[in-house]
């Protein structure tokens, strides 16, 4: 465990930034789902924005539950290049000024999203542990929110 809070916050957003797909766990009642998006990584909120239909599964579902969970992890077979994230957040639909806001930055990482009028999300992030096997098997890097 890295005991730098400055090292671990840098280490993890450079990760969010090179990265653009979540998983994205949901649960509403006693039923969960999870689902892959896109995402456009908001530092300045330390959360996610995503695009998504109110009517999914998961979207339904964070309407009711907004707490979510989920992963960002690459694809690697070599056990030393595995890099990852772990999370707890809420996920809110966005509307209004934020709303706007938000998609002009997301239309510029993702042009074709010029296309649909899909409504935006913000993931907000509650904690991030994130793994990082290329400075050392096992190492680790963690992240809260203050008033989480």
């Not at 005991?3 to 949901?26: F, G, Q, W």
């Not at 907004?66 to 690459?74: L, R």
């Not at 809110?92 to 510029?108: C, F, I, M, P, T």
């Amino acid at each position: 465990m890295t005991t730098d809070p400055e090292y671990s916050m840098k280490a993890i957003c450079r990760y969010l930034k090179r990265n653009h797909v979540v998983s994205l766990c949901t649960m509403s009642s006693d039923e969960l789902w999870c689902a892959s998006c896109f995402y456009l990584f908001d530092m300045e909120s330390m959360g996610l924005i995503l695009m998504s239909e109110p009517h999914t599964r998961h979207g339904k579902q964070a309407l009711v539950n907004p707490q979510v969970a989920g992963t960002i992890s690459a694809q690697t077979k070599n056990i030393a290049l595995i890099q990852g994230i772990q999370y707890t957040g809420q996920l809110h639909l966005l509307s209004g000024e934020d709303e706007q806001n938000a998609r002009e930055k997301y239309v510029q990482r993702f042009p074709v999203a010029r296309l649909t009028s899909a409504p935006l999300w913000r993931l907000s992030f509650d904690e991030i542990k994130m793994t990082d096997n290329k400075l050392g098997f096992g190492k680790k890097f963690y992240w809260l929110r203050d008033n989480a």
